[in-house]
C-alpha cells in the first residue's frame, strides 16, 4: 500500500505547477516543501521574472512557451490572481552583434510575433532607454513580467483546493526506489509513493545519482533595482520587460511593480556557490560598479544606486538545458530541475509536462535535449 500516486518534491518555480497540473490528473498527489512555497531563498525570490515568446537558441522551446502562454491565464483564471503582467518585451543590441541576429534567426524559425524598432522609432516609444548610436530592439507584444510569489502560491493553494496534500517545512533527505515504489524519506519519517517528481532546484543535487551531480552545478543568481526619478515612465504601461546586449554591456529587467523601484540586474552573472544553503546574498564591490554603471548609461531616469538587490541559487547543466524526464527507463523517479537560471517564464508548461508523464498519462515529443537520459552512465 503506498501513500500515494504521485510525490512532488520542491514546491518552488516548477514544482509547483507540477503539483497544481497533477491535481487535475489524480486526487491522491503529495507535495513536499522544505520550507514553504515561494520562501524568500529560493529561485522564486525577486518579485518578477521576465515572459517572453522570443529568445535565442534552440527552436524547441517555442511549443513550451506558447503552451505556457496559455497555462499562466489558466492558473489566473482558477486561481483569481493578477500573475503576468502583459506590458510586452525589448530585446535590444547592436546591429550586426551576436545579439540580435541570433534572436531573429530562433524568430524567424519558430514565426513568433514581432516587430522590429529602428533607434529613431525606439527614441519616440521609449525615450526611458538610452540607446548607443548603432542599437536596434526587437519588440514582442505577448511578453510580460510574471509575479513570481503569486504564481507559485496561487498553484499550490489551488492544488490543494483539487485535493493535494501539501507537507510544509519538510525537507527529504533520500529517495530510494524499491520493488513497490519510491520511499521518500525526511528524518525519521518515510513515505511510500508510485512516482515522485524531484523539482528542488538547487537543492535536486543530493537526490540525484552521481553521473547527474557531475553533470550539474549550483550557481547564485543576483539581481538589483533601482528608484525611477519619474516611476510613472517606468510603469508597466509605458515601460515593457527588456534585455539588452549593447558591446561590453548586459541587463535585463522589469517595470515597476510596486511603483517605486524598477528591476535591472546584469545578464548572464551566474557564478558557482558551494550550496544552496548558503548563498552570498551581498553584491560584491565589483558587482555594484559594474551594475550602476551599466544603469547610468542605459537608464539615465533611473537614479543609478542600488536600492535593493539580493541572491538566489539555481542548479546549472553543462550544457544550459534542464533535466526534464525520467531518469532512465522504467524509473518511478521523474526529474524536473536544472532549468539554469531561465526556467520560471515556462514553468507552467514544464509543470504540465513532468505531471502528464510523471503519472504515465502522456508522453511528449521533441524534447530528446531536455531528457537526463543525454548524460549517460559511464
Not at 503576468?84 to 547592436?94: A, E, P, S, V, Y
Not at 557531475?214 to 509605458?238: C, G, H, M, N, Y
Not at 508522453?363 to 548524460?375: A, T
Request: proline share 6%.
Amino acid at each position: 500500500m503506498t501513500d500515494g500516486k504521485l510525490a512532488v518534491i520542491g514546491l518552488g518555480s516548477i514544482g509547483s505547477m507540477a503539483l497544481w497540473q497533477a491535481s487535475h490528473l489524480t486526487d491522491s498527489v503529495v507535495g513536499f516543501e522544505a520550507q514553504s512555497p515561494a520562501h524568500a531563498r529560493s529561485a522564486v525570490g525577486g518579485d518578477t521574472r521576465l515572459f517572453r515568446m522570443l529568445y535565442r537558441g534552440t527552436p524547441k522551446y517555442y511549443p513550451i512557451l506558447d503552451r505556457s502562454r496559455s497555462l499562466w491565464a489558466e492558473l489566473e483564471a482558477e486561481s483569481g490572481q493578477d500573475i503576468l503582467t502583459r506590458c510586452g518585451g525589448l530585446f535590444i543590441g547592436t546591429v550586426g552583434g551576436p545579439y540580435i541576429p541570433s534572436l531573429l534567426e530562433t524568430t524567424r524559425l519558430n514565426g513568433a510575433d514581432h516587430e522590429i524598432l529602428s533607434r529613431e522609432a525606439m527614441a519616440e516609444r521609449y525615450p526611458q532607454h538610452n540607446l548607443r548610436p548603432d542599437d536596434i530592439a526587437v519588440y514582442d507584444p505577448h511578453a510580460g513580467a510574471l509575479r513570481t510569489d503569486r504564481a507559485v502560491t496561487a498553484a499550490v493553494a489551488a492544488a490543494q483546493a483539487n485535493g493535494a496534500t501539501v507537507h510544509t517545512n519538510t525537507p527529504i533527505d533520500d529517495i530510494q526506489e524499491t520493488d513497490d515504489g519510491v520511499v521518500v524519506t525526511s528524518g525519521d519519517r518515510s513515505w511510500t509513493f508510485e512516482n515522485v517528481i524531484v523539482a528542488s532546484g538547487g537543492w535536486s543535487q543530493m537526490l540525484m545519482p552521481d553521473h547527474l551531480k557531475a553533470a550539474t552545478q549550483t550557481k547564485r543568481i543576483f539581481l538589483s533595482w533601482f528608484v525611477a526619478r519619474d516611476a510613472a515612465e517606468f510603469s508597466p504601461e509605458r515601460f515593457p520587460v527588456f534585455i539588452r546586449i549593447s558591446g561590453d554591456r548586459s541587463m535585463y529587467g522589469a517595470p515597476s511593480v510596486d511603483g517605486v523601484t524598477v528591476k535591472a540586474t546584469l545578464d548572464g552573472r551566474g557564478a558557482p556557490t558551494p550550496k544552496a544553503d548558503s548563498v552570498p546574498r551581498d553584491l560584491t564591490p565589483a558587482e555594484i560598479a559594474e551594475t550602476t554603471e551599466t544603469v547610468a548609461e542605459f537608464f539615465p531616469g533611473l537614479f543609478p544606486n542600488i536600492v535593493r538587490s539580493d541572491a538566489f541559487p539555481d542548479l546549472y547543466t553543462r550544457d544550459g538545458h534542464a533535466l526534464l524526464g525520467h531518469l532512465r527507463e522504467n524509473s518511478r523517479v521523474y526529474c524536473a530541475t536544472g532549468f539554469c537560471g531561465a526556467g520560471f517564464k515556462m514553468a507552467s508548461g514544464y509543470g504540465e509536462i513532468a505531471a502528464h508523464e510523471a503519472l504515465g498519462k502522456r508522453s511528449f515529443e521533441g524534447l530528446d535535449f531536455l531528457r537526463p537520459q543525454r548524460y549517460k552512465t559511464n
